[in-house]
Each structure stands twice: as C-alpha cells, then as structure tokens.
C-alpha cells in the first residue's frame, strides 16, 4: 500500500514566521487532503488537492502527483495554528493513509 | 449544512466490556468511514460503509465490527474490548464511497478501557 512520509515530524515557531510541511508519497494517488488536528481531537479541513495549488488565507498547498509530493504552507503564522497537520493520500484502495504529522507549535 | 455528529463523546469501559459508538453524517452524504488513532499507531482506516453495505476494510480483527442505516448513520461495535483498544475513534462523510471525495470528520469519541 501507500506510505506516507511528513517532515518535519515537529516544528516550533516564532508568531509571525513562514513555514513548509512536507508529505512524500509512495505510489500515484488519487486524492490527497491536508488537515489540522486541534487539542480535541478534530480534524479540520485545510485542502482537497490531488493536484495543482489551491490557496485559502495564510494558507496554501501544492500537490505534485508525478513526483509524489505535497507541501503546505503556513505564512505569519499565528498561535491558533499550533497543533498536529497530517497530509492523506489515497489510492485505488479508497481509503486515506494518514501520515504521522507534523506537530507545529506556535509562539507568541 | 450540520457537521458529522459522533456520541458519545467520552467512555470508559472495563476491559472484556462491548461497546458501541454512534456516527451521523453531514446530510446527502451516504459514506461512512471509521479511522481509530492512538499515539503508538497513529490513524489507523477500520472500515467503510456506503449504502448500507460495508465497502472497505482495515486490518482490525473481528471484534471490530460496523453497520450502517438506511439514513446513512453509521454504528461501530467493538467486543471483548481490550486495553490497547482505548483511542479516539473518529469517522467521516463523504458524498460518496472510495475517498474520491472530500472527506469530512466528526469531533470523535474518546475511548479509554481500563
């Protein structure tokens, strides 16, 4: 099946700054979903992005399906971003591969 | 649109106890999947069901067992439960099966067996 590899597996940041979240995936996929877990437990919705870049606020995602990569970008990031982002492929099993996450911790 | 519902949303149980928790999708949506995380695992797919019939399955043993309703609500049960059982179950909608399509998560039910 599919794996999933997130770097970096933690991040610590000031308020303010930039950052990358990394998601490599083994084999071609025919969906992928960025999401950020917050301290309960839920997992929001960031993107839908099999492919291409799609942008939302501070927000941004890139999918490259042939090079089996995605990226998401946290621009002035802010305390409310801190927690867990998983990227989740999935492939013609049909069911999401999470990743172990990328754990982001924002300081003030 | 409601959000994916999930009750309850804590539960102990002794082990060797069943349980069963309880999962409503967003409305139109008739997908149901259920994923368990725990810290040594992380998310782990259990199964899926669309129109009533269970379409995909994880790696879980028989214990691990589901359903879903005409209204597209989804149950999952779990017997005999075991200690590494506790997680946070989590399911999510979607519109339609196969993960082709957006899916959306409910806030989850915190397990813990003692």
């Known amino acids: 099946g599919i794996q999933v590899e997130q770097s970096p597996p933690d991040l610590i940041l000031q308020e303010g700054a930039n950052s990358t979240l990394r998601c490599n995936f083994s084999?071609?996929?025919?969906?992928l979903q960025w999401f950020h877990q917050n301290p309960w437990g839920q997992l929001i919705n960031l993107f839908y992005?099999?492919?291409g870049t799609k942008q939302n606020g501070r927000l941004s995602a890139t999918t490259v399906a042939t090079e089996r990569y995605s990226l998401l970008y946290i621009s002035s990031s802010q305390t409310t971003d801190s927690g867990v982002y998983f990227c989740a492929p999935s492939g013609n099993t049909g069911k999401l591969i999470f990743g172990q996450g990328t754990t982001l911790q924002v300081k003030p | 649109k409601a959000g994916v519902t999930q009750t309850p949303r804590y539960l102990i149980k002794t082990r060797g106890q069943q349980v069963t928790l309880s999962c409503s999708p967003i409305?139109?949506?008739?997908?149901v999947s259920w994923y368990q995380q725990t810290p040594g695992q992380g998310l782990q797919f259990l199964f899926e069901y669309f129109s009533e019939t269970q379409r995909n399955k994880g790696n879980f043993p028989g214990r691990f067992s589901g359903r879903q309703f005409s209204n597209s609500r989804s149950e999952m049960n779990v017997s005999t439960l075991e200690l590494g059982d506790s997680a946070l179950y989590l399911c999510?909608?979607?519109?339609?099966?196969?993960?082709?399509?957006?899916?959306?998560f409910g806030p989850g039910t915190r397990l813990t067996v003692t």
């Open positions: 409305s139109g949506h008739r997908s």
């Open positions: 084999d071609s996929v025919n969906n």
């Open positions: 999510a909608s979607s519109p339609s099966p196969g993960a082709l399509y957006e899916q959306y």
């Open positions: 992005i099999p492919s």
